[in-house]
């Protein structure tokens, strides 16, 4: 099994633990006094701080994955004379710079 997979068994196994063991009746403020379990509000904020998690901290789609130059060549077949890849196309001074 992965380990993914083993920590949300235990994270789940523990939050079923912990609601079950919570089930008596206690008062909550939400505009207004509401009697309810215990449970039932523990499982509702849990619920909404995993959804909340979710959305803030979900992976962004989209990105490419590396930044490189693909082809630098033209349709014809020669090198773009623009080339920032290619070495002679540097200045004296972008060599020196870069200890070529």
Known sequence: MKPKTIIFALIS???????????????????????TSKLLILGIFFLLGVTTGGI???RK????????????????GQTDPLDPTDPQQLSEEDKKFLGR
Not at 16 to 35: D, H, V, Y
Not at 61 to 76: A, E
């Open 13 to 35: 196994a523990l939050v079923l633990i912990i609601l079950f063991n919570n089930k008596e009746e206690a008062s909550f403020w939400l505009f207004g006094e509401i009697r």
């Open 56 to 58: 803030l901290f979900r």
């Open 61 to 76: 789609k989209g990105r490419p994955k590396d930044y490189s130059i693909n082809n630098s060549s033209d349709v014809d």
